[in-house]
Structures are given as C-alpha cells and as structure tokens.
C-alpha cells in the first residue's frame, strides 16, 4: 500500500524520515500526528511524553528527525531539542503558542507547526527534513 498524502495523491515513501521521535504529552495529538506520519510512508514512529523519556529514547535509537512540543504538562522540550542539536538530527517544533518569545534565540530558524497542525504543513516539513540539520548553526 502507497502512503496517503496531501492532495489525495500517492507517493513512495522516498524521502521521508525512516524513524520519527514524537515528543507530545497529549495522548490524542499524539496518535494524531503518528497516524499522520505513518500514512506519509514513515516506517518507524516512537512517542515520549516527557524530556526525560525522549532523551532516553535518544540514547537507545537516535531518530531521523523529532517533531517536538514545547510544552510538555510541566516542562518545556528545550533540553530535548539541544541533544537532538548536538548530535545533528533535524527536528521541527509543534507548539500551540505564538511569536518568538518563548523561543530559545537558538531554536529560532528551526521549522515550526502550529497546533493543530495542517496536514499539508507537516508533510513539507518531513519532505524537507533534511535541510533542518543543514540549517542549524550549533
């Protein structure tokens, strides 16, 4: 079976990221964006709900590319997105907050979606995700 994308076309899988860390602490946007991603042709897709959980997830399986919400019940996903930083794996931001303010000045050419997202936003970022790590300056 092809992936399902935007537009109702569909397409090979070729250019996606094979393994997605989704870091959410909504159980249902989580699904969301897993279902999302997998009909896009991801074949590997792992969710954290918490910076500790993510960056344990990093150390076991360092992903292709992480979509990260900033904010995580009690915590802000920064210190997640500074791993992913140093060991240069592109990553986007999700977050349902607006403006720069709450952005690291480090962070503030990374991709971002807004919540919801829009389907058609999220599949031009997985479509470039590889560009996301030749952006970063760290």
Known sequence: MKPIVPGGSAATSAGMPGDILIVEDDAIIALDF???VAEFGVTRVRV?????QALVMIAERAPDFALLDIGLSEEKSFAVAK????LKIPFAFVTGYSGDKVFPPEYSARPRLSKPFLRDELFSVLSNWQTAALDDPH
């Not at 954290?48 to 500790?52: D, K, Q, R």
């Not at 791993?83 to 140093?86: D, G, Y």
């Open 48 to 52: 954290a709900s918490s910076v500790a």
């Open 83 to 86: 791993r992913l930083a140093v």
């Open 34 to 36: 897993e279902q999302t």
